[in-house]
């Protein structure tokens, strides 16, 4: 075997893990906490996620079983991989509609969605509400489960009702916060991306250049001001920032001052631990031998 042929394998065992990550663990986990990043979670196992995922991105205008053998991970082809992987982290931070996507595959397969029957428990005064099946702030922060390979870690996806749409006080906060990102809280605004990443995004744009924070002070300020959420949600939502450096969810780290998270990768061996680092460094903020960061965080959100 040649050295191309030993990368190229490589290359596709990573693709697998990620893949079987992605539909076995991150996403019903996102589901079961009911993660804002999606407005609604109609499925919650982990062979429902890989039904729609692979309908919509092998499949296309067919079932997927009819375009490769069954099991998917071995007969995929490396593009095919790649884009299941995509369409899964697309979904996992809000930037495509679960909703959607199922209906569109079990319109595929023939079938209508039936109507999910909700179970209801009626307060003092009458009305009834959703018995959610987890609390969403009970989770790791921004971390897939222990036994991942990944440790640590346009269609508009519903907004919940409970989210509050950025206002235009909450812009100016920002922009008067930090002034040099007027431009950035324009482009957040601007965009197509879901109500919940559009408020995490715009938070980030008030930590100073030479502070940092954390996903815990974040999810702390939005939970005080605006609505429910925790840690890990705040850092799905950041996971793939388009707008990134220049909206900087590097100045983010986890809550016990180690590196976090960063374009996909956690902690100090993720992949792109050194380019957070570097950034960071050059803004002034230092690191002990340890790897915790000094000095406290950022908290002054508003």
Not at 140 to 152: K, L, M, R
């Amino acid at each position: 075997m040649n050295k191309s042929d030993s990368a190229n394998d490589g290359a596709m065992d990573d693709l697998r893990q990620r893949w079987n990550h992605l539909y076995k663990h991150h996403l019903p986990g996102l589901a079961k906490t009911r993660d804002p990043v999606q407005g609604q979670w109609p499925v919650y196992l982990d062979h429902c996620f890989a039904r729609i995922v692979l309908d919509n991105a092998i499949g296309i205008d067919k079932p997927w079983m009819e375009v490769i053998r069954q099991p998917a991970v071995k007969n995929m082809t490396e593009d095919q991989l790649r884009d299941a992987v995509d369409l899964a982290e697309k979904i996992a931070t809000g930037e495509l509609d679960l909703v959607s996507l199922d209906e569109r595959s079990l319109q595929l397969r023939g079938k209508q969605k039936k109507k999910r029957k909700v179970e209801a428990k009626t307060e003092g005064n009458g009305t009834s509400k959703k018995k959610l099946r987890g609390d969403p702030t009970i989770s790791t922060y921004f971390a897939p489960p222990p036994d991942s390979p990944f440790q640590g870690e346009d269609t508009k996806a519903d907004t919940p009702a409970n989210v509050v749409e950025l206002g235009d006080e909450s812009r100016k906060a920002a922009q008067e916060a930090n002034p040099d990102m007027a431009a950035q809280v324009k482009r957040i605004a601007d965009s197509n991306i879901t109500t919940f990443r559009k408020q995490t995004l715009t938070l980030l744009c008030q930590v100073p250049r030479g502070r940092y924070s954390t996903y815990q002070a974040m999810s702390d300020h939005i939970t005080k001001t605006s609505h429910k959420t925790c840690a890990r949600a705040v850092g799905n939502a950041m996971r793939n920032n388009p707008f990134a450096p220049e909206v900087p969810c590097h100045r983010i780290l986890a809550a016990d001052g180690s590196l976090g998270g960063f374009n996909g990768s956690w902690g100090e061996n993720g992949k792109f631990a050194g380019e957070k680092h570097k950034l960071l460094h050059e803004e002034g903020v230092r690191f002990s031998s340890s790897g915790k960061v000094k000095g406290p965080p950022f908290r002054d959100f508003t």
